[in-house]
């Protein structure tokens, strides 16, 4: 931000101020950044719903245009309308790794009925996981080991992580279409 431009910050009211710190720390981080992170930037002591209005607010002043403030589960951050991709894409035209239907299967498995074993995936699927599905999974921040079962050989617990959510734009696990809805997308993209 220039000199001027925090001049003309810190001139402006305590809340168009704070909206302005709001928006440059979103838009300069690669990450969401949780709520409390953001109330450190304030001033003065914020309660989480006035952040979370102030928010709101910011939000609304990003409406119409290519980019907007979402909320997911790691916190907030800007990122581009879906309308606005093809037009990105030209910029980096690297294609978005693909994934083979075991590993997405397995991502729904572990998604819908977490957690789950090894054991559990392969009873549902039908066939074996390999390591290699999972190794994919965790290397790319989508699940995670959250324990063990308490039965003999004491296999892994996975869960989904707070990654996956970011990377789908979603707050909770809920906002999945539900499983009807998913077995209907599996089977059209197969």
């Known amino acids: 931000m220039s000199e001027a431009a925090v001049r003309n910050a810190s001139a402006l009211s305590g809340k168009a101020s704070l909206k302005i710190i709001l928006e440059t720390a979103l838009l300069t981080c690669a990450e969401p950044l949780p709520l409390s992170e953001l109330k450190k930037l304030s001033d003065i002591a914020m309660s989480s719903h006035q ?85 994919t999974l965790e290397t790319r921040g989508w699940i995670d080991v959250a324990g063990f079962r308490d039965t003999p050989g004491r296999p892994e617990l996975f869960v989904t992580t707070t990654q996956l959510l970011d990377d789908l734009n979603l707050r909770t696990l809920q906002e999945l279409p539900s499983l009807k809805e998913m077995g209907a997308l599996i089977e059209q993209k197969g």
């Open 51 to 135: 952040m979370e209005s102030l928010l709101g607010e910011l939000a609304q002043d990003w409406q119409g245009r290519g980019v907007e403030l979402i909320q997911v589960a790691g916190g907030w951050r800007f990122c581009a309308m879906a309308q606005m991709q093809p037009y990105l894409d030209r910029l980096n035209p690297q294609k978005p790794p693909r994934y083979s239907r075991a590993v997405l299967e397995t991502l729904a498995i572990i998604a819908y009925h977490q957690p789950v074993t090894r054991g559990d995936i392969e009873e549902i699927r039908g066939v074996a996981v390999s390591s290699h599905i999972l190794k």
